[in-house]
């Protein structure tokens, strides 16, 4: 129904910087909202940053005024413009799409969906 793919992670020196990429396709209607989370191992999935389909945004307190979430025109891909690396930011980050999908002919339907993680690591 929904496939997400997800690009741009590596291997980066502290205060480098990365942009990650999260496509979504599929049976799409609306997208209500994007977003990233991370885990790093050993600890519980946090979020990073989120943006609604009105383009207003949240940011966990530590990635504040270093990571940027932004989205293109058609709400189907979202970004992670992450800035100033640290090495704390090391972890697996996960793409989530909060979604209305068309679900046969005629019913629409909200759905939810995680990409497969990509690997970010800040570490010289």
């Known amino acids: 129904q929904v496939q997400l793919v997800e690009s741009g992670g590596g291997l980066v020196q502290p205060g480098g910087s990365l942009r990650l990429s999260c496509a979504a396709s599929?049976?799409?209607?609306?997208?209500?909202?994007m977003g990233w989370y991370r885990q790093a191992p050993g600890k519980q999935r946090d979020l990073v940053a989120t943006i609604t389909s009105g383009g207003t945004t949240n940011y966990a307190d530590s990635v504040k005024g270093r990571f940027t979430i932004s989205t293109d025109n058609a709400k189907t891909t979202v970004y992670l413009q992450m800035n100033s690396l640290k090495p704390e930011d090391t972890a697996v980050y996960y793409c989530y799409v909060d979604l209305m999908i068309v679900v046969g002919t005629t019913k629409i339907e909200r759905r939810d969906y995680w990409g497969r993680g990509i690997q970010v690591t800040v570490s010289s």
């Open positions: 599929g049976s799409i209607f609306i997208t209500n909202a």
